[in-house]
């Protein structure tokens, strides 16, 4: 598997993934309007140019024999002492072949690097992934209701894990 920085140019890919894995795994739990609103709201193409230009978040993408598994994007300066994951999706046929391992692996180890000590997600309360973040050394600090408007919330745990 090969990891590298991805770029607006990979938009197409970066969308492509979201759509996919989103309706995986949100199919049964957010209504069809609200997953549609958030689709629109994070993964457009100017919300992704400005989640990459304007708020420093570093996507990366995962490869295995020239086809795009899964991303992840990051913020290494989120709060003093504590970046945030903001993005973890591995392509359904990809779970458990070590993508998502690998994807957190690396993004440790830049936020490492960068001398955070602290890396902290958000995952929806009833997405299987919180297990998966569990098993990753992640502790569950709460649950979180984030307004995103039009009357719909994000419903989350607010996870972290000291690196």
Not at 42 to 54: D, G, K, L, V
């Amino acid at each position: 598997m090969l990891l590298k920085k991805a770029t607006i140019n990979d938009y197409d890919v970066i969308n492509h993934i979201a759509v996919i894995t989103w309706h995986a795994t949100y199919g049964n739990i957010l209504t069809a309007q609200q997953m549609d609103y958030m689709l629109g709201l994070m993964y457009s193409r100017s919300a992704i140019q400005e989640q990459m230009e304007e708020q420093g978040h570093c996507f990366l993408l995962l490869e295995d024999n020239g086809v795009v598994l899964g991303f992840a994007a990051y913020q290494v300066d989120y709060k003093p002492g504590i970046a945030k994951l903001h993005k973890l999706y591995v392509l359904p046929e990809a779970h458990g072949k070590g993508a998502g391992k690998a994807l957190v692996a690396e993004v440790e180890s830049a936020v490492r690097s960068a001398g955070v000590s602290n890396l902290m997600l958000n995952v929806n309360r009833f997405n299987p992934a919180y297990n998966f973040y569990l098993k990753s050394g992640f502790v569950n600090l709460g649950e979180v209701n984030v307004d995103i408007g039009h009357g719909f919330f994000m419903e989350d745990y607010e996870m972290q894990k000291s690196l």
